[in-house]
């Protein structure tokens, strides 16, 4: 007897049709779902280390550029200056580094193998990365003499800081004095009407902080800036040496303007104001027995803080003659690090930052005068900003190979002659000679 027939009945067939759907169906929808994850592109996080920048400077800019990148997120960690570049170079030797990270305007002959270059743009520049032809037109021409290399960008400019004239405009009214110095000649016809001695010839309060070494904010600065003004050639044009000490056209610049400077600390010069027994120069200022200094505009919260109630006036720092102004410049600029995994985001980022929209962003809430020439502009009428914004525009700096070690050699120049271990143009030329020591080991 044949078996009964035992093959699907149209039941069975329906059911085992609908079972093959819906197995299709869940596996076609795992598969899905894990190909959209894998296909996600992942966020870009982008470490960024800087100097004398609160987190809250930068977050109004971060989360501007982070909004319109949705696949990059940036964290900014601040150092404190003393410890920033020894932490530094240890984090980028150790490859734990950022991939962002501020460099001080002198630090590209010194970190340049550091620094990634940023991409040369494209036709369609899709990046929105700036040309050099943009950079000249945008920013201040220091900093394309600081930032550039061989027609490389290496950093870009957020803002960019020079050495101003401060002065208590009460003791100047007291003096009878009723403008400011324009000049050199005038600040030292100041000098002499502001500084006041007890009956035993003691500074009791003193016409401006010049002079010394030790107890002057930023006093290697202001000296660099009277050579510069006075026309000294520091480098060679190669930058492969130094040449302060060297003549110009038969005249000795250099060591004119080194005399200048320390006359300010002889007690047989007419312009004696200073010595080494003042006070530090921001804390005689606040204590109101300092009528002038020079210094950057950060120096302008600190004073607020300390001395909210001393009438302070800035005015541009003097000048050798009105024909042509020199100014000496001093700030920070972010770089990307060779070491960083997305270079490209982290170059955007620096576009946008040091964009006119980024700039703005940054600047409103710090109280520093801009780089950007179009913000100049608009900086200029500032009461505050605008001597150290429209300075900015003949800011000059110069070649330093290392910037401590150079502070730390015109510091002791200055004491050299100040305690009488050295002749003047003999400590000029001892400094050279230690800086072509540094200037050597680059080579």
């Given at each position: ?404 070690a150079i502070e730390k050699i015109f510091a002791d ?22 800086v072509n020591v540094l200037m050597q080991k680059q080579?």
């Amino acid at each position: 007897m044949p078996l009964p027939f035992s093959g699907f009945t149209s039941s069975n067939k329906l059911f085992y049709i609908l079972v093959g759907i819906i197995v299709f169906v869940f596996f076609a929808t795992i598969i899905w779902i894990l190909a959209g994850v894998q296909s996600r592109p992942e966020k870009s996080a982008l470490e960024f280390w800087g100097v004398f920048d609160e987190n809250k400077s930068l977050s109004k800019a971060i989360d501007k550029f982070e909004s319109q990148h949705s696949g990059v997120r940036i964290t900014y960690k601040e150092f404190s200056y003393e410890d920033y570049e020894r932490n530094l170079i240890d984090a980028l030797a150790a490859g734990t580094g950022p991939d962002i990270f501020m460099i001080h305007n002198t630090w590209l002959a010194k970190h340049r193998n550091k620094l990634e270059s940023q991409p040369q743009p494209t036709s369609k520049n899709e990046e929105g990365f700036i040309n050099i032809v943009d950079f000249k037109n945008q920013f201040v021409d220091v900093a394309f003499t600081d930032l550039v290399f061989q027609d490389k960008i290496y950093a870009m400019p957020i803002y960019l800081d020079t050495l101003a004239l401060f002065y208590n405009k009460s003791l100047l009214n007291s003096a009878g004095i009723t403008t400011p110095p324009a000049n050199w000649e005038e600040f030292n016809k100041d000098v002499e009407l502001l500084t006041k001695f007890d009956k035993f010839g003691n500074i009791i309060q003193a016409g401006a902080a010049m002079g010394t070494a030790r107890n002057i904010n930023r006093s290697t600065d202001i000296l660099m800036l009277l050579m510069l003004q006075n026309g000294t050639r520091m480098t060679n044009v190669a930058n492969t040496n130094a040449t302060f000490a060297r003549a110009v056209n038969a005249e000795r610049v250099g060591e004119n303007a080194l005399q200048y400077y320390v006359d300010f600390a002889n007690p047989l010069k007419k312009v004696y104001a200073w010595n080494d027994s003042q006070h530090y120069s921001v804390d005689a200022f606040v204590e109101e027995s300092l009528a002038m200094m020079f210094n950057y505009s950060h120096q302008v919260d600190i004073l607020r803080s300390k001395a909210p109630r001393i009438n302070i006036g800035i005015a541009p720092i003097p000048q050798v003659t009105s024909l042509q102004a020199s100014n000496y410049a001093n700030y920070w600029a972010p770089a990307v690090s060779v070491a960083a995994e997305n270079k490209t985001a982290a170059w955007q980022f620096i576009n946008f930052l040091s964009s006119r929209e980024g700039a703005t962003l940054y600047l409103s809430e710090v109280l520093r005068p801009s780089a950007r020439r179009d913000i100049i502009d608009i900086q200029r009428t500032d009461p505050i900003l605008g001597p150290f914004a429209v300075q900015a525009l003949s800011a000059k700096s110069w070649h330093q190979v290392d910037s401590i070690a150079i502070e730390k050699i015109f510091a002791d120049m200055i004491d050299d002659i100040n305690y009488g271990r050295a002749k003047l143009g003999d400590a000029l030329r001892n400094a050279q000679e230690k800086v072509n020591v540094l200037m050597q080991k680059q080579l």
